[in-house]
């Protein structure tokens, strides 16, 4: 499986970012795919997941209400429509499904 995220960019903050994260190969195999980032200087943390079906969206507390995780299985695509960015949003964001991950797109938000 490989996985390619996109979107990222430098906006000010209270702008909106859309990420796509692009899955091809045996995706088949994929079960659900995570957003997770990593600011300079920090561990990676977890910002959102979905099942590969498209159930339940799950979101960390410092995103809930402004982010929305969602998936498009014709285009094998997982996006994360971010909103009302912050400052503290500036990392790089990768995707992941099980072993597999993306290379990562930077997002910098300045205030």
């Known amino acids: 499986v490989q996985l390619v995220e996109s979107g990222g960019g430098e906006v000010q903050a209270g702008a909106s970012l859309r990420l796509s994260c692009v899955a091809s190969g045996r995706t088949f195999s994929i079960n659900g795919v995570r957003w997770l980032r990593q600011a300079p200087g920090k561990e990676r943390e977890f910002v959102s997941a979905?099942?590969?079906?498209?159930?339940?969206?799950y979101y960390a507390d410092s995103v809930r209400g402004r982010f929305t995780i969602s998936r498009d299985s014709a285009k094998n695509t997982v996006y994360l429509q971010m909103n009302s960015l912050k400052p503290e949003d500036t990392a790089v964001y990768y995707c992941?499904?099980?072993?597999?991950w993306g290379q990562g797109t930077q997002v910098t938000v300045s205030s």
């Open positions: 979905i099942t590969w079906s498209g159930g339940t969206p």
């Open positions: 992941q499904a099980g072993v597999y």
